[in-house]
């Protein structure tokens, strides 16, 4: 029981003390995203097989780049697309002049992890920054991003940590058992159903001591929908670390393994829950952010 709950504990304390960060005039909070993320490529170019030293170099300064950039986005004027083509270019040529020592199929999956991770941990700075995109919407609180940052963790951590008590006592028919043999459908069920409980127990201590006005309705809704996301993001992680024969992508963290072992479902939830609020607010649809 305790090698779910400290973890999960941990986690959240070290969340707290670094979304406290946010209010700190000095980026520290976009270079603490920016060295996760670094450490989350290189677990899983570890756990891939990857040996060539530049190419995981390249692979890291890029990931790092992405909440750097998303921290000033205003002042820098570099289109993405030109960003990502520049990366591309530099690892074909590589894969040209290090042909002897570089695999197509490990470059290719740490490619396209590094990009997943530079885009994924760049929206926890978008995130944090949703509430600067609509001034009457918002008010100018950055509490509203605090909040559905943490609220997106509660459903990656929660999630997994309550799905664990209620396949505990509950589960029956395995899920995935080739894939993550513990995992039940009634603990899954149980994990989404406590964390929306928990979820609006977080926006209720928000609303009254931060004021900030998101909706039960919304914040119900999206809990489901991100939890069971987490869910899959979860066993997706597991059929990379099964299919490369490890158990955790590291050991950097007491009790949970490496840093992908913790972030990998926040991959998934962090950017759809900021894309569905931005595109709430660019559609002129944010009243259902407070429903």
């Not at 001591?209 to 597991?238: K, P, R």
């Amino acid at each position: 029981m305790s090698k779910k709950v400290i973890p999960a504990l941990i986690a959240l304390v070290g969340a707290l003390l670094w979304l406290s960060s946010a209010f700190l005039p000095v980026p520290i909070f976009a270079i603490c995203v920016s060295i996760i993320a670094s450490i989350g490529v290189y677990e899983i170019e570890h756990a891939l097989g990857v040996k060539n030293k530049g190419f995981m170099a390249i692979t890291l300064l890029f990931t790092a780049a992405g909440p750097i950039i998303a921290e000033y986005i205003e002042h820098i004027n570099l289109p993405a697309a030109a960003f990502i083509t520049v990366y591309i270019v530099a690892i074909l040529t590589m894969m040209v002049i290090k042909h002897e020592n570089m695999e197509f199929k490990s470059t290719a999956a740490g490619v396209l992890m590094s990009i997943c991770l530079h885009y994924g941990f760049s929206c926890v700075v978008y995130l944090r920054d949703i509430y600067t995109t609509d001034a009457d919407l918002f008010g100018g609180r950055k509490s509203y991003g605090m909040f559905f940052i943490l609220f997106s963790f509660f459903c990656c951590w929660m999630t997994d940590t309550m799905a664990f008590f209620a396949g505990s006592f509950f589960g029956k028919h395995k899920m995935c058992p080739k894939i993550s043999p513990n995992k039940t459908i009634e603990g899954a069920i149980g994990g989404v159903l406590s964390n929306v409980i928990l979820t609006l127990i977080l926006l209720t201590v928000f609303r009254h001591f931060f004021h900030i006005e998101v909706g039960y309705i919304f914040t119900a809704v999206m809990t489901i929908i991100l939890s069971v996301i987490s869910i899959f993001g979860d066993l997706a992680a597991s059929v990379i670390k099964r299919q490369n024969g490890i158990k955790d992508f590291g050991n950097l963290l007491p009790g949970t393994g490496g840093v992908m072992d913790r972030f990998d479902s926040s991959m998934f939830v962090i950017p759809l829950l900021y894309i569905t609020v931005s595109t709430l607010i660019e559609y002129d649809l944010g009243h259902f952010i407070f429903t």
